[in-house]
């Protein structure tokens, strides 16, 4: 996957160099739109390719197969490499190069619509997922699409504003993650979890103010800010369409429902495994500076009609362009999204206390879910994605080279059968007589001779 992506990348930066003699990209910004007008050719092709570049590397469809298993590795290093560094590389690089992608409006409509799609397709996994790292793969991928989301409607700021309260509380989940994952002898079934409050309650609380903010539960949490800066963005831009905005809010939905889900099954009912104590101090550090970012980060910007604070926008607004807003945007507009927003967080987070909590009224029904059902397969196996390209890639090439691979393993042999006989027959000229060796040496030269006078 990533190395389709960075062959596309690649591709894209020899066009920018043969066009513009540099790298650079505050000149290759300007020379690009001194250069090319809104809709050329090359500046469509080189932003497809950025794209690419941007979707392997950030884990958006039709690249997003990766990421999932990529949970294999160390819970700290997921926390750093899923939550703050490489996998929203992509989304910086599309906001970086921002002026590139306004010369192809085209393109910042599919990243738009991909982001919408892996949104939804990564929320609908996460909530029938078994492994507590797979839950938080999924939902990392859905996020990072509402970044994408936001870059494709030009609300270039709001895309990084939601990359920084991400990084906060998704580190602060993954931690957490391994903080209990390390208390119960490295168990990851959340199946085989439970009422691990009483047992964890460092963990639990911060563990709870991570779901929190990334449900975007309203005025208390970073992540409500950013969403519903994204989410107003694409309610007003021009660049967007109502039904983007519909299935973004459906998005916020299934975030508070499998972000809860998580919080009922682990922390919540009768303890399925022992856990052997909060972990120490080294880890529970980590766990409440993460959870107080978690809390804060979103201060620093916050809409008009919650005190109007500019401060990472005002930061930014000497490298990324303010969003465009559709003319006819009354005042009572923004009010009217943001309780929209709110209701589906807490709307989503119902759901999961009405499905998952134990004692509540569906949770009986719910309890002994298994994920073995058909039709849970579809969306545990990320929608069928890694079995499709299994199918139509993986596959036919193996059977492809298959052939040409057994023929030139029957040159090989065949040289090996030719080696295996001139041995055979050169070593009976060893016969370890000095007579015979003196006699081919003057043969031998005899027939160099004859050569070199012919």
């Not at 390209?389 to 492809?400: I, K, Q």
């Amino acid at each position: 996957m990533t190395r389709i992506g960075d062959t596309a990348f690649a591709i894209g930066l020899f066009i920018l160099f043969t066009q513009f003699t540099t790298l650079s990209i505050q000149q290759v910004q300007s020379l690009a739109v001194e250069a090319w007008p809104v809709g050329s050719n090359l500046a469509m092709i080189v932003a497809v390719l950025f794209l690419i570049g941007a979707v392997g590397k950030s884990a958006q469809l039709p690249l997003q197969v990766w990421l999932p298993d990529a949970m294999a590795g160390p819970t700290p290093v997921s926390a750093l490499i899923h939550a703050a560094t490489m996998v929203t590389a992509g989304v910086y690089l599309i906001a970086r190069m921002h002026h590139l992608f306004a010369l192809a409006p085209m393109v910042q409509e599919v990243i738009a619509v991909l982001g919408l799609v892996t949104l939804l397709l990564a929320a609908s996994s996460a909530l029938v997922q078994t492994d507590i790292k797979r839950v938080l793969a999924y939902s990392t991928m859905s996020q990072i699409g509402y970044m994408f989301l936001a870059l494709g409607v030009g609300a270039w700021s709001a895309a990084l504003f939601h990359f920084l309260t991400h990084s906060c509380f998704k580190a602060l989940l993954f931690l957490a993650a391994g903080s209990v994952i390390h208390s119960l002898h490295h168990e990851q079934d959340i199946f085989k979890m439970g009422g691990l409050r009483r047992h964890l309650p460092w963990t639990f609380w911060t563990f709870l103010i991570g779901a929190a903010a990334m449900s975007g539960v309203p005025l208390i949490t970073s992540g409500f800010y950013s969403k519903d800066w994204i989410l107003w963005s694409v309610w007003s831009s021009p660049l967007s369409h109502q039904w983007i905005w519909f299935g973004a809010v459906f998005g916020a939905l299934l975030t508070g429902l499998y972000s809860f889900r998580l919080i009922f099954r682990v922390f919540f009912g009768e303890v399925r495994t022992t856990p052997t104590g909060e972990p120490g101090l080294a880890m529970r550090g980590p766990l409440v500076v993460l959870a107080f970012l978690a809390l804060t980060v979103g201060f620093l910007e916050m809409p008009h009609t919650l005190g109007n604070v500019t401060v990472f926008s005002d930061y930014l607004s000497h490298a990324l362009p303010a969003t465009e807003l559709l003319p006819d945007i009354d005042e009572g507009s923004e009010g009217r999204e943001q309780l929209a927003v709110t209701v589906a967080a807490l709307l989503g987070i119902g759901l999961a206390a009405l499905l998952f909590l134990p004692g509540s009224l569906l949770a009986t029904r719910w309890a002994e879910q298994s994920t073995d059902h058909p039709s849970m397969t579809l969306l545990q196996g990320g929608w069928g994605f890694d079995r499709l390209y299994d199918r139509m890639f993986v596959r036919p090439w193996f059977t492809l080279t298959r052939r040409p691979h057994d023929m030139l393993d029957r040159g090989y042999e065949w040289l090996a059968v030719c080696a295996e006989a001139c041995h055979g027959w050169m070593s009976h000229t060893q016969t370890g007589h000095v007579r015979w060796y003196a006699a081919s040496i003057a043969v031998g030269t005899l027939m160099l001779l004859g050569l070199f006078a012919l």
